[in-house]
């Protein structure tokens, strides 16, 4: 698979372009930078603006095979010299870059979603144009991404309180083809960011699936929860790393069935017994064998969860499920963190909770208040 560059790349690239362009009033259609992971980027530069007093040009984001939003967009980058700023650099954001708005992130609220890596590039890059041309004045910097604003509604930004556009990322100067690693900093980023605001309990859930059951039966809205997608285990390494006190799982049996067997990665890829853990839940509950073979048969858990109810051992089996459940997340947790969780399924709803999930959930209700 072939990897990529990153929108810090990008924006490095086409801010050594322009300077160049604007010390030297000659026009630059390639650049190349050294990314941190040490690949250096050869860029096309294009949509060049030559005025007197600044220089703005592109680079189109080119992801390689990793699936991301930004992949194509044009990171722009407009240079000027700033008179009061001698041998400083100024780096901001422009129209389709977002901006901070509230804490936890790597930049402080107010400034441009520009990470600290992609500032550390776009300055060192920079810097080395105007040594080469013994330039000893300030140079102000503004990258902007005219479809940004687009393409942040496609991105985690909204939810992280990031408004206005896109977010400038990489620490690596590099994309790999490997979404794992993406999803993983996102949720390392909203759990930061919940601990910023002074949260010490968390509500974990995979997705938004059975967004409105949570709504109609708890009042609950999933969009408030931090969404782990596949990596519980990870995520609960995570939550107990950051120093959170308690901590609420909620999902639909479809995933969370898979934690009773200790599966904390709960992609296909990875394991899937989805059906065999149903089948044991129904065997402890007293069920005979033509059930366990439907359960076998069945291709979703609403199916097979359906088939236990219909046939009386549901409460028992799930019961079993829920104490198996606990036993894993408490064993992955290895002590000082409570975790509850709640299991429902579109059909029916609530399946079954641990011990203390209820009240847990009942102590965020009363947080958001």
Known sequence: MQYGFTSGSCAAAAAKAAVYMLLSGRRKTEITIETPKGIPYHAKV??????????????????????????????YATVSICEENNNQIEIDGGIGVGRVTRPGLDQPVGNAAINTVPRQMIA???????HLFDFQGGIKVVISVPEGEHLAAQTFNPRLGIKGGISILGTSGIVEPMSDKALLDTIA????QKRAEGHSIVAISPGNYGLEFMKRTYGYDLERSVKCSNFIGQTIDMVKELGFSKMLLTGHIGKLIKVSGGIMNTHSKEADCRMELLAAAAIRAGAEVTL??????????????????????????????????????????????????????????????????????????????
């Open 46 to 75: 294009e949509h060049i603006k030559i005025q007197e007093t600044e220089v703005s040009c592109a680079v189109q984001k080119d992801g390689g095979d990793d699936p991301d939003v930004t992949t194509g967009a044009w990171i």
């Open 189 to 192: 980023v909203e759990l930061k």
């Open 124 to 130: 060192k890059e920079v810097s080395e144009v105007c």
């Open 292 to 369: 366990l073979r439907e359960i076998l048969d069945c291709i979703g858990t609403e199916d097979a969860v359906d088939r236990i109810k219909k046939a009386g051992f549901l409460e028992p089996a799930m019961e079993y499920v829920m104490e198996k459940m606990e036993d894993h997340l408490k064993h992955r947790a290895g002590g000082g963190l409570e975790i509850e969780c709640m299991v429902y399924s579109n059909d029916i709803g609530l399946l079954g909770v641990t011990p203390g999930a209820e009240a847990l959930l009942k102590e965020l209700l009363e947080e958001k208040e």
